[in-house]
């Protein structure tokens, strides 16, 4: 039996890891697994723009996977970027097996607004799937309620729903379901 | 789903695979090169909706690349980008026709607002190519075009007629289309894969028309050096369109009258009788009727002629047909000219459907021929439309409403002579009709050169 991992890089809140793990669970319809705590991701700063590089940071994680590990997602602080985008809320390997969230940006301190962790755990769990989502070879829905929608902005994270639809959610079991057969 | 492809052009690896990567995920299919030679050979042999390509690049830059891409593959859209953004750089490549300018890295809004716009709008413009060629084929019959009852009524008549044997007589002004209706006549019947020969009778001296129609031996008079088979012989098993056929002289109309009776002729100077099974199509613009009233045209021809008649409309009495015919030609001189004209002003349409069109489909391609030509819009302006579209045409609307047809006719055709110095051929080619229809008008007309010309 293999698992989806959940992985924290750096310092991340352990209350809201365990409250992101169970609204995850709720989604995906099976437990997740916490995995050892990663260390701070400096190989992946970018001094120039104060910034992470977050496929430096997939590529070490996916050299560290579990042996019993179908996906892992890491979850971290940093501000994440890509070399093209000035940011991004995570980033996955299309049809590969690590996704990363950043909490960063998702926080309503971020854009000077009062802390409010029922939100925030809500927008990572959206981002969690919808990075797993392209872990199982989802590309971008044009469904804005979708979760594989993409989000330019934390508006449109907040106006999508953390679920997919229905044609996203058939393309997922069958990638699940495929994977495991094959893992067998 | 068809999915988009993207090319991407930059020199730096972590760049080519950080955006090729971002692109997949919005579902692209997404090819990256490392040079503007490699993606020219790329956009050389395989079909793409977008290209981003980085600026600055060694061997060959983003604005060499661009206006190379521009002249291969002018609808392909272009986004330069760079992580040095300067003004200079910025406007260059607006002015060499970039679709957008945007600087590294991306805000991921920005970018995802430009490709998703570009990329629908190559969507809609395929849709768009698409979609016409299905309106045209809808509208096309053989190589007629419309869907105008009067034209429809044409249509049905040659479905009629076409399995038949009966000889039929087109009727109609010039350039409407009296040869196409013919050739479609043949081309739907059971002789399609024998000979149609198309005999314009009008444009040959009298003289000659009768041995270019019935052939002659070896020494029937100076200068037949051999014998040589005519239209009739040449045309046997199969069609023969005897176009213009009220300019035929009085003697061609016995010849070809006896023809008709015993469906045998004889060559110029043979003895022998030579048996032809043709159908034959006649063609004309003028009214048999009164050329027979006036003893010009013989009674017993004509009855022998219009055993079916077609009427083919005039364009201006099926004008609902004018932007499909607008379309088609437009389509036909883009192909011709290498161009990508899209569409038509909505001014240069509408004086397109206010204009009488004299000279009929075979004006309104040449007045489509010369927008396109002239055009260096996407669309064509109603300045691109020839002359009396633009200055003259604002007389047409001055006309008053008791002033009949041949007026305006000899007035615009003495108008059209004198602004080309009575070049009789760039003339024709203005009014859309052919040369000897031309000195037809002007012997009609009794035109002279104005004073001054």
């Known amino acids: 039996m293999r698992h989806i991992y959940v992985k924290t890089i750096g310092t991340v809140e352990a209350a809201i890891v365990e409250r992101v793990l169970e609204s995850l669970s709720a989604v995906t319809s099976y437990p997740l697994k916490l995995a050892?705590?990663?260390?701070?991701?400096?190989?992946?700063?970018?001094?120039?723009?104060?910034?992470?590089?977050?496929?430096?940071?997939?590529?070490?994680?996916?050299?560290?996977?579990?042996?019993?590990?179908?996906?892992?997602?890491?979850?971290?602080?940093?501000?994440?970027?890509?070399?093209v985008l000035t940011f991004v809320y995570g980033e996955a390997q299309l049809g590969g097996s690590v996704a990363l969230v950043s909490f960063?940006?998702?926080?309503?301190?971020?854009?000077?607004?009062?802390?409010?962790?029922?939100?925030?755990?809500?927008?990572?769990?959206?981002e969690c799937i919808h990075e797993l989502g392209h872990c199982y070879g989802l590309f971008h829905c044009?469904?804005?309620?979708?979760?594989?929608?993409?989000?330019?902005?934390?508006?449109?994270?907040?106006?999508?729903?953390?679920?997919?639809?229905?044609?996203?959610?058939?393309?997922?079991?069958?990638?699940?379901?495929?994977?495991?057969?094959a893992s067998q | 789903m068809h999915r988009s492809r993207i090319l991407v052009v930059d020199d730096e690896e972590i760049m080519r695979s950080s955006l090729s990567d971002w692109l997949k995920e919005d579902g692209y299919d997404v090819v990256a090169v490392e040079d503007g030679y490699k993606a020219l050979d790329k956009i050389k042999s395989e079909e793409w909706d977008l290209a981003v390509v980085d600026l600055k690049m060694p061997k060959m830059d983003g604005i060499e690349l661009l206006e190379k891409v521009n002249q291969m593959r002018p609808r392909l859209p272009v986004i330069i980008i760079t992580a040095y953004a300067t003004i200079d750089s910025a406007v260059m490549a607006m002015k060499e026709g970039a679709a957008d300018y945007i600087v590294k890295p991306f805000n991921p809004e920005e970018i995802s607002r430009v490709i998703g716009k570009l990329v629908e709008h190559q969507r809609l413009l395929k849709e768009n190519i698409l979609l016409r060629r299905a309106l045209a084929k809808r509208f096309r019959f053989q190589d007629l075009i419309?869907?105008?009852?009067?034209?429809?009524?044409?249509?049905?008549?040659?479905?009629?007629?076409?399995?038949?044997?009966?000889?039929v007589l087109i009727r109609g002004e010039s350039g409407t289309g009296k040869e196409l209706v013919a050739r479609a006549i043949h081309e739907l019947g059971p002789r399609k894969k024998l000979p149609f020969i198309a005999a314009a009778c009008g444009a040959i001296p009298e003289s000659l028309l009768e041995a270019e129609l019935f052939g002659y031996e070896k020494g029937a008079f100076t200068g037949a050096v051999s014998q040589h088979k005519g239209w009739i012989e040449i045309a046997d098993k199969g069609t023969l369109f005897l176009d213009e056929i009220g300019d035929i002289s009085p003697k061609t109309q016995i010849d070809l009258l006896r023809f008709l009776q015993e469906r045998e002729f004889r060559r110029i100077g043979g003895k022998a009788p030579i048996s032809i099974d043709i159908r034959i199509i006649a063609a004309t613009n003028k009214h048999l009727e009164d050329m027979i009233a006036q003893g010009e045209f013989r009674e017993d021809l004509y009855y022998r002629l219009n055993v079916i008649t077609i009427e083919v409309p005039p364009l201006r009495e099926r004008k609902e047909d004018i932007p499909i015919l607008v379309g088609h030609f437009l389509e036909k001189y883009n192909l011709d000219t290498g161009k990508t004209i899209e569409g038509i002003s909505e001014h240069a349409m509408k004086a397109i459907m206010e204009y009488d069109w004299p000279g009929n489909i075979r004006q309104l391609e040449n007045a489509i021929e010369h927008a396109v030509v002239i055009a260096d819009d996407v669309e064509i302006q109603q300045e691109n439309l020839p002359q009396q579209f633009t200055v003259q045409g604002q007389k047409w609307h001055e006309i008053k409403p008791d002033v009949p047809l041949e007026v305006i006719e000899r007035d615009h055709i003495l108008q059209v002579l004198d602004a080309n110095h009575w070049h009789i051929k760039?003339?024709?080619?203005?009014?859309?009709?052919?040369?000897?229809?031309?000195?037809?008008?002007?012997?009609?007309?009794?035109?002279?050169?104005?004073k001054g010309e």
């Open chain 2, 426 to 450: 760039k003339a024709a080619s203005i009014l859309g009709i052919n040369r000897v229809t031309l000195y037809n008008k002007i012997k009609k007309y009794k035109l002279r050169r104005s």
């Open chain 1, 104 to 126: 960063n940006r998702l926080r309503q301190e971020f854009y000077y607004v009062p802390r409010n962790d029922t939100l925030l755990i809500e927008r990572i769990t959206k």
């Open chain 1, 36 to 83: 050892a705590d990663g260390e701070y991701p400096l190989c992946a700063f970018e001094p120039k723009r104060n910034q992470y590089y977050a496929k430096k940071i997939i590529g070490k994680l996916a050299g560290e996977l579990p042996s019993d590990c179908e996906k892992l997602i890491g979850l971290t602080d940093v501000d994440l970027c890509t070399p």
């Open chain 1, 142 to 181: 044009s469904d804005s309620r979708c979760v594989m929608c993409f989000s330019s902005s934390i508006l449109s994270i907040d106006n999508k729903r953390k679920d997919f639809c229905i044609g996203c959610r058939e393309f997922f079991d069958t990638a699940r379901r495929k994977e495991n057969y």
């Open chain 2, 146 to 167: 419309g869907k105008s009852p009067k034209m429809l009524r044409v249509i049905e008549m040659i479905k009629t007629v076409a399995p038949t044997k009966s000889t």
